[in-house]
Nanobody
Framework: VQLQASGGGLVQAGDSLRLSCAAS????????MGWFRQTPGKEREFVAG????????YYADPVKGRFTISRDNAKDRVYLQMNSLKPGDTATYYC???????????????WGRGTQVTVSS
């Protein structure tokens, strides 16, 4: 499956952004999806995960209550709604697909190119 993330940009603290990840090539509904982020010099970290059907989600503590992951299997897309953004959310955000049905420990069987999110104070 091919993945392409989009929707990043430069925003101010407190603003919102919605990231989108478009998938193609395989049956999208058979992949759990995750969002990860990475800053220079640091390891890529998990942000949020969603299962095959979209009825179960899981979030990393730093984004819990502010970010919402969702998916539209009819459109082969997964989204990350990011509210109340903080400078610490600045990173390159990646979407990943995992062929196992889970929301935690998402493994990136497939990765998309990242999209940059920059939050100014």
């Amino acid at each position: 499956v091919q993945l392409q993330a989009s929707g990043g940009g430069l925003v101010q603290a407190g603003d919102s952004l919605r990231l989108s990840c478009a998938a193609s090539g395989r049956t999208f509904g058979s992949y759990s999806m995750g969002w990860f982020r990475q800053t220079p010099g640091k390891e890529r970290e998990f942000v949020a995960g969603i299962n095959w059907s979209g009825d179960s989600t899981y979030y990393a503590d730093p984004v819990k209550g502010r970010f919402t992951i969702s998916r539209d299997n009819a459109k082969d897309r997964v989204y990350l709604q990011m509210n109340s953004l903080k400078p610490g959310d600045t990173a390159t955000y990646y979407c990943a697909a995992d062929h196992r049905n889970r929301v935690m420990n998402i493994r990136g069987d497939y990765w998309g190119r990242g999209t940059q999110v920059t939050v100014s104070s």
